[in-house]
């Protein structure tokens, strides 16, 4: 998940729209979601169908979505990202939100459909709120995801691991998230 810069103090990230099964980059800081206390009880049954959704929204991005272009390739690469051909990037106006009402909550109750987040990472597809395409920091932050989306194997082993993160540390202090951040960058493509 992504905020916009006016609203970012940290950085990109993901917040427990993992929780609805993503990484999500960039949450301001004063925006940004503690450990929900609800989730860790809620993980078992959330998880699956979260990854559920995760994954049908990546194969819509992977059908729909552009190639990255030269520049983003580079940019894919310099952050980590093993396969950036197979990266898709779809520009959006909103982001989608899970249909089944317990995974829709938990989108909503972590920020997924605040009008700041700019950026979602499902494997090696992206989507970028209309406006940001254009971002390298945001997109630097989001190919970090798909380069952590890598190396644990896939949506549902990232996805497992991520979502136990965020209940346990919040979006902040969630291991992949500080990586992220730790990894973008502040030129234009």
Same mark, same amino acid.
Do not use: C
């Given at each position: ?91 959006? *106006? ?84 500080? *990586? ?10």
């Amino acid at each position: 998940m992504n905020t916009n810069r006016e609203g970012r103090s940290a950085g990109l990230g993901a917040r427990i729209v993992a929780a609805v099964g993503l990484g999500i980059a960039g949450v301001a800081a004063a925006n940004a979601a503690p450990a929900d206390s609800k989730l860790p009880e809620e993980l078992p049954a959330l998880a699956p169908r979260a990854i559920a959704w995760a994954e049908q929204q990546s194969a819509v991005v992977a059908r729909t979505g552009t190639a990255l272009t030269a520049a983003q390739q580079q940019l894919a690469r310099s952050v980590g990202v093993q396969h950036p051909e197979q990266v898709r990037l779809a520009i959006v *106006d909103r982001f989608p939100l899970p249909q089944e009402a317990e995974v829709r909550a938990a989108a909503m109750r972590i920020g997924l459909a605040r009008p700041t987040i700019a950026g979602l990472t499902l494997g090696h597809s992206v989507m970028v709120r209309r406006g940001f395409e254009n971002d390298a920091r945001l997109l630097s932050h989001e190919f970090r995801h798909v380069s952590q989306y890598e190396a644990r194997g896939g949506i549902a082993p990232f996805l497992g691991q991520h979502l136990k993160d965020l209940a346990r540390f919040g979006y902040e202090n969630s291991p992949f998230e500080r *990586d992220a951040r730790a990894h973008e960058v502040d030129n234009h493509l």
